[in-house]
T-cell receptor, first 115, second 110 residues
Framework: NAGVTQTPKFRVLKTGQSMTLLCAQD?????MYWYRQDPGMGLRLIHY???????AKGEVPDGYNVSRLKKQNFLLGLESAAPSQTSVYFC??????????????FGPGTRLLVL | DAKTTQPPSMDCAEGRAANLPCNHS???????VYWYRQIHSQGPQYIIH???NNETNEMASLIITEDRKSSTLILPHATLRDTAVYYC???????????FGPGTSLSVIP
């Protein structure tokens, strides 16, 4: 099993450009999450999904949109990138059922630089 | 609002036990204590979790005080590969998500 994979690994954008980050998991997990990590800030939750076709806002959702059209994929979109969105983005997943949501499996991260 | 507090950094000599403290004085009765770690540039990795009793697995031990207001993660024989940021998190089944704080940066020194 590949676990949780993220595409791309690194990207440079200009202010105002758009892009989509892809997260895929092959563990048949029901829950999926998108986090961002900035220096000295720890991880902050952007959006999450508790099942196919569902999404919910996390701590810092502004400027991002998400979609969960397939159970194994969770997409994070930036419609108009800003320098403040320069960060490392991590995707995670957890097993079905709320009692497993504390145990999350993380991907390797996507490093995004917005100029 | 942070529900756990951890020291920002700690050092540990290689081969010695690393004891990482976490304060969670406002923990509720059905909140679990979870520990994750993040080795430089990698995604976080789940280590261990517990509710009331002490727990041990192949990676670490978790000691939770009787009043559950604090806990300690113990790496029994720290190696250089244990150098990482360690996160203490509270979670319960009514939560759909976990909130990570800044964690403790552990440096294992040769």
């Amino acid at each position: 099993n590949a676990g949780v994979t993220q595409t791309p690994k690194f990207r440079v954008l200009k202010t105002g450009q758009s892009m989509t980050l892809l997260c895929a998991q092959d563990m048949n997990h029901e829950y999926m999450y998108w986090y961002r990590q900035d220096p000295g800030m720890g991880l902050r939750l952007i959006h999450y999904s508790v099942g196919e076709g569902t999404t919910a806002k996390g701590e810092v959702p502004d400027g991002y949109n998400v979609s969960r059209l397939k159970k194994q994929n969770f997409l994070l979109g930036l419609e108009s990138a800003a320098p403040s969105q320069t960060s490392v983005y991590f995707c995670a997943s957890s097993r079905q059922g709320k009692r497993f949501a504390g145990s999350q499996y993380f991907g390797p991260g996507t490093r995004l630089l917005v100029l | 609002d942070a529900k756990t507090t951890q020291p920002p950094s700690m050092d540990c000599a290689e081969g010695r036990a690393a004891n990482l403290p976490c304060n969670h004085s406002t923990i509720s009765g059905n909140e679990y204590v979870y520990w994750y770690r993040q080795i430089h540039s990698q995604g976080p990795q789940y280590i261990i979790h517990g509710l009331k009793n002490n727990e041990t697995n192949e990676m670490a031990s978790l000691i939770i005080t009787e009043d559950r207001k604090s806990s300690t993660l113990i790496l029994p024989h720290a190696t250089l590969r244990d150098t990482a940021v360690y996160y203490c998190i509270l979670w319960k089944t009514s939560y759909d998500k976990v909130i990570f704080g800044p964690g403790t940066s552990l440096s294992v020194i040769p």
